[in-house]
């Protein structure tokens, strides 16, 4: 069912303890939020330069913002948005039942780097550069302002001037939406440029390690529902079980981009279109 539309280029969706979804139109520099007792609301209007969201275990929004020549992150509170704590990145150190974003689509496709070895006369592989890329852990680190979430500081590129008019590409900024979890857990990740879903445990660091082939297609998006299925965005929603089998599929009207477990009982699966917000209970 859509929940929600009239948006104009949706992502970085992320959801609270209590499962109620937030996620930013990055055209209008926007923080919507949506919850089945309250609908769609705005929870900050116009705030610096939005891109994706991940939320500490206090509630806290952390935002990253392609503002700055190596973006920014920063903090709000849902309920009083104008309170804005700049988080610095600090040395990536790993506490105790903390949670590590990352994003839960790469694309890696060499073209930043000459991927010929002269010396054996062979290109890197598609697959070699992503696990070569993504086991690397990142040696600083956004820490939330409980310490209950890092967001690695990946790196970023910079094309023209480091204010509003310049571009900015890392793989935490080009990404839909972070994935997160514990060091030592288990997740999924899409590898675009490779059309493959992955799984990996996640590091200090953020680094992906112990990459295992999933499913033949790797979209926009990944998500885990608490029942052990993956669904994966790639032109429609595609559903597979724990162990990697293809159980099916899910028509969304609109191209889904990003894909996210929520709802009060976690078993809602948000899906983010350009233009519109649809929820599906598989």
């Given at each position: 069912r859509k929940l929600a539309d009239g948006f104009y280029s949706l992502g970085g969706g992320a959801v609270d303890a209590a499962g109620k979804l937030y996620f930013v139109d990055r055209q209008f520099h926007r923080i919507h939020g949506w919850s089945e007792t309250e609908g769609v609301s705005v929870v900050a209007d116009a705030p610096l330069d939005p891109v994706n969201l991940a939320i500490?275990?206090?509630?806290?929004?952390?935002?990253?913002?392609?503002?700055?020549?190596?973006?920014?992150?920063?903090?709000?509170?849902?309920?009083?948005?104008?309170?804005?704590?700049?988080?610095?990145?600090?040395?990536?150190?790993?506490?105790?039942?903390?949670?590590?974003?990352?994003?839960?689509?790469?694309?890696?496709?060499?073209?930043?780097?000459?991927?010929?070895?002269?010396?054996?006369d062979r290109f890197t592989t598609l697959a070699e550069m992503f696990a070569r890329d993504v086991g690397a852990a990142k040696p600083l680190a956004y820490a939330s302002p409980d310490g209950s979430l890092a967001l690695p500081a990946y790196r970023v590129w910079q094309q023209g001037p480091a204010d509003h008019r310049g571009w900015r590409f890392s793989d935490t900024l080009d990404t839909y939406g972070l994935v997160t979890g514990r060091v030592g857990e288990r997740i999924h990740v899409a590898n675009g440029s490779e059309d493959r879903t992955y799984s990996a445990l996640i590091g200090p660091g953020g680094a992906l390690t112990d990459l295992r082939p999933f499913a033949p297609r790797g979209g926009e998006s990944v998500a885990t529902a608490p029942d052990g299925r993956v669904y994966v965005a790639n032109g429609e929603v595609f559903v597979y079980a724990a162990d990697g089998r293809e159980l099916g599929r899910i028509d969304v009207p609109e191209r889904p981009l990003q894909l996210i477990f929520g709802g009060a009982d976690g078993r809602t699966l948000f899906a983010l279109t350009h233009h519109a917000v649809y929820a599906a209970r598989p």
């Open positions: 500490d275990r206090s509630g806290r929004l952390m935002v990253l913002s392609s503002a700055g020549a190596a973006a920014t992150v920063y903090a709000i509170k849902p309920d009083d948005p104008q309170a804005v704590t700049v988080i610095a990145p600090t040395p990536a150190t790993q506490r105790e039942g903390a949670r590590v974003a990352v994003p839960g689509s790469f694309w890696t496709n060499g073209e930043f780097r000459d991927q010929y070895d002269p010396a054996t």
